[in-house]
């Protein structure tokens, strides 16, 4: 992997997870397809129903992550509400929170929208004594029983790497995500202290675009008048900015496939369908492919898990992710997000290629 190899073994040099011995007929029922460190029952033993709020809806991830869901849910054995979406306003996520809290929930797995806002919606819940699994997004404060994502630093540095030894010299472009997510904040920083370290040549332009479409296309095109020699872009978020950038560089007589003179690389994150049509097609060159299926597959194990009382501890995983304590004093699994280029991009085992 670009830029991660040695983080990654390092990591996986760490002391795996391993079962607390508390009586040698619970040892099985403590195990599930992560080691956990002792399991006392919680009150319901893992049953009750399971809210699951959403971000938003507009974007094609966050679309098969929501298809996902019920069918993941059905898989782990627990029984969900209808999904809800917050429709990008981390106000109203906090209602949502609210709101199935009030329903009656045992648990819930949402995917914070802004990382300290989160923390009103914890607290509630906290209180009420319902255990929240955090997906994609890790909060600032506030008790999760554990955060699943990928490596988000990861997928600034791979992005870099990528640009870097295709791009010997010039102006890259980075569209940045909501800098009030750790997301955006990670990816951003990471991408652009991996520039600088390594590809001092590279000059970083960068466009906050919160994760909207409309402010990606605006202001890239501002950018692009006053920089037509741009060579490189990342999009942190291929769901909301492909089709954005993808139209502008065609209004401006810029979007060049691969081989041709004049094509800009670029490289995004999500992994959804349509960027790995445009990879095909030579409009981009890659992406980092942000797990949907095992978002919604992990997210569910992990919640049912936590209303069972059981516990985890930093290490390696059977599933190919590492569970590491963050500064916070919260626990991340930490799950596989390869890069795909022309060369892998019809592997049948990636998700994107597994969605209609």
Known sequence: MHGTTTRKQNRSRMVGAVCAVAGASLVLAACGSTKDTGASSAEGGGSGKVGVILP??????????????????????????????????????????????????KGLVVAPLDSAAIEAGLDQAERKGVPVVAVDVAPDKGKVAMVVRADNVAYGEKACQYLGEQIPSGKVVQIMGDLASVNGRDRSEAFRACVKKNFPKLKVLEIPAKWESDAAAS??????????????????????YLAPTLQTLKSKGMLKKAGQDGHITIVSNDGIPQEYDAIRKGEIDATVSQPADLYAKYGMYYIKAAMEGKKFEPGPTDHDSTIVKLPSGILEDQLPAPLVTKDNVDDPKLWGNTVK
């Open 56 to 105: 938003l809806l507009t974007s094609p991830f966050w679309q098969s992550y929501n298809d996902y869901v019920p069918k993941m849910a059905d898989s782990e054995g627990v029984d969900t509400l209808k999904t809800v979406n917050s429709n990008s306003d981390p106000s109203q996520q906090i209602t949502d929170i609210n709101n199935q809290l009030t329903q009656g929930v």
């Open 219 to 240: 202001k890239l095109d501002t950018l692009l008048n006053a920089n037509p020699d741009i060579k490189g872009i990342y999009m942190q978020a291929g769901g909301v």
